[in-house]
């Protein structure tokens, strides 16, 4: 079975172009959440999609960032205009819905987008 | 709101010896506590989760955790490190969002060195 896959591993980008990144969850996950690990700094929580729909983007830092999932399958994160803040490392990861009664299923991850603003 | 603190930032042992890597969490409820590894070019892979019962809980690896409530603690721990083991080490909580999912609130990372 294939894992979670993100496109492209590393974006070099200027200040003030827009870059695009996807990712492709493992087949049959509903969850796919999106997370940012700036240099030096922790992995923190950007959204969360339950199949098509956004179920938490608390963690998106600005409208400069647009997330996507048509389908309910793979997502894209575009960043428009990207500035040198944006810098860092996108996770993408992954996980079923559990069934009734059942606890946390693993979110499982990807091996994230290294993105580089200029 | 939720925090987790990983005190070391970096660490470095000698292979075979043991391994103690702390994390002190900060949530309002019950915690699900996981450990991650980040190997280089790798994505996070899971090694142990508690979401309750036994305070002590086996991983992949050989890897173990235990919770102490009194402590807000989770600290990973191997008795016997191997060259393989160096990575960077994520301790995370995570905090329910509804619908069967939750989002994860990660410490800052402990990268692990292993000399021969």
């Known amino acids: 079975e294939a894992g979670v896959t993100q496109f492209p591993s590393h974006s070099v980008i200027e200040k003030g172009q827009t870059v695009t990144l996807r990712c492709d969850p493992i087949s049959g996950h509903d969850n796919l959440y999106w997370y940012r690990r700036v240099m030096g700094k922790e992995i923190k929580f950007l959204l969360h999609f339950v199949k098509e729909s956004k179920q938490d983007e608390s963690g998106m830092p600005n409208n400069r960032f647009l997330a996507e999932r048509t389908g309910g399958t793979y997502s894209t994160l575009k960043v428009q205009p990207a500035e040198l803040e944006d810098s860092g490392v996108y996770f993408c990861a992954s996980s079923q819905t559990p069934l009734a009664g059942g606890l946390l299923n693993e979110q499982f991850f990807g091996p994230g987008t290294r993105l580089t603003v200029l | ?116």
Do not use: M
């Open chain 2, 1 to 116: 709101a939720q925090s987790v603190t990983q005190p070391d930032i970096h660490i470095t042992v000698s292979e075979g010896a043991s391994l103690e890597l702390r994390c002190n969490y900060s949530y309002g409820a019950t915690p699900y506590l996981f450990w991650y590894v980040q190997s280089p070019g790798q994505g996070l892979q899971l090694l142990l989760k508690y979401f309750s019962g036994d305070t002590l809980v086996q991983g992949i690896k050989g890897f173990e955790a235990e919770f102490k409530r009194s402590q807000s603690s989770f600290n990973l721990r191997k008795p016997s490190v191997h060259w393989s083991d160096a990575a960077e080490y994520f301790c995370a909580v995570g905090s329910y969002s509804g619908a069967g999912s939750y989002q994860l609130t990660f410490g800052k990372g402990t990268k692990l060195s292993v000399i021969p």
